[in-house]
């Protein structure tokens, strides 16, 4: 019921541009957490997460 919900947005090279600056901007921003950030940057999509603090100073990013 809830997966149906979902949208599941594609890992594109633009995406994986913005990933890589984010992690030289963020030195302590993993990989998947800069790809999760990109992505909802790239999509202008709003991020839910418990772990808001990873993602401080991300430019941008809109959290629900």
């Given at each position: 019921?809830?997966?149906?919900?979902?949208?599941?947005?594609?890992?594109?090279?633009?995406?994986?541009?913005?990933?890589?600056?984010?992690?030289?901007?963020?030195?302590?921003?993993?990989l998947?957490?800069?790809?999760?950030a990109?992505?909802?940057?790239?999509?202008?999509?709003?991020?839910?997460?418990?772990?808001?603090?990873?993602?401080?100073?991300?430019?941008?990013?809109?959290?629900?």
């Amino acid at each position: 019921a809830l997966l149906h919900q979902v949208t599941v947005l594609p890992i594109t090279e633009k995406v994986a541009n913005i990933a890589a600056n984010l992690m030289l901007e963020h030195k302590t921003l993993s990989l998947p957490d800069a790809l999760v950030a990109s992505t909802c940057l790239h999509y202008n999509a709003f991020l839910l997460t418990t772990r808001r603090n990873v993602f401080d100073g991300v430019r941008g990013l809109r959290f629900v």
